[in-house]
């Protein structure tokens, strides 16, 4: 069975501060891993994916991922986090040929001034 | 902007009606697939066409039933809902058979609300 843990609900950050959101699976073969945000009221975009290759892959607007295969991980950071970046985060895991994605419970990023 | 493109953005119904939700996608993938989200919720898979066939239903209701009409468009076809499935409904794509097939794309989804 798939899994995905994002053991924090909710993380408040100051603007400008960096930034790093959690998140643990459990695949069973060799995991594909991506990193969605929503903001409120949109669809899912995709940040950046990790496939197999480098273990730190670069996403859109800043991201960051790193791959730990040894603890289970793929954490996302940003250096300096912007207003902008308030949203849901979700983390996701699959595998080659396999349709069916699964979703962590998601992180609720909130930015103060 | 999203290649994936999701029709109406708000609907709202009541529990006798009919009606559908609509969904293209311009990067010519061969998978499509409807999620449902709950507030506050992660997207939960329903269904996956994969070449025009159904290949995935999780065990969805029937008053949900999907329709692919060809390789870029999808229906979610609506009859005789609940209230309990207000819900955002997101359609995706992805490519299978690459390297990347795993990578899934969102559209903006629809807002559906039932009285």
């Known amino acids: 069975a798939q899994s995905v843990t994002q053991p924090d609900i909710h993380i408040t950050v100051s603007e400008g501060a960096s930034l790093e959101l959690r998140c643990n699976y459990s695949y069973g073969a060799t995991p594909y891993l991506f990193w969605y945000v929503q903001s409120p009221g949109q669809g899912l975009q995709l940040l950046l994916k990790y496939f197999s290759g480098d273990t730190l892959v670069q996403g859109i607007k800043g991201f960051e991922a790193e791959f730990k295969r040894s603890q289970s991980s793929f954490n996302l950071r940003k250096p300096s986090v912007h207003w902008s970046d308030a949203a849901e985060y979700f983390c996701a895991v699959g595998g080659r040929g396999n349709e069916k994605l699964t979703f962590g419970t998601g992180t609720r990023l909130t930015i103060i001034p | 902007d999203t290649e994936v493109t999701q029709t109406p953005k708000h609907l709202v119904m009541g529990m006798t009606n009919k009606k559908s939700l609509k969904c293209e996608q311009h990067?010519?993938?061969?998978?499509m697939y409807w999620y449902k989200q709950k507030a506050k919720k992660p997207p939960e898979l329903m269904f996956v066409y994969s070449y025009e066939k159904l290949s995935i239903n999780e065990s969805v209701p029937s008053r949900f039933s999907p329709e692919c009409p060809n390789s870029s468009l999808l229906n979610l076809h609506l009859h005789a809902l609940q209230p309990e499935d207000s819900a955002l409904y997101l359609c995706?794509?992805?490519?299978?058979?690459?390297?990347?097939?795993?990578?899934?794309?969102f559209g903006e989804g629809s807002w559906l609300t039932v009285v």
């Open positions: 995706a794509s992805s490519q299978p058979g690459t390297v990347s097939g795993n990578t899934i794309y």
């Open positions: 990067m010519g993938h061969r998978a």
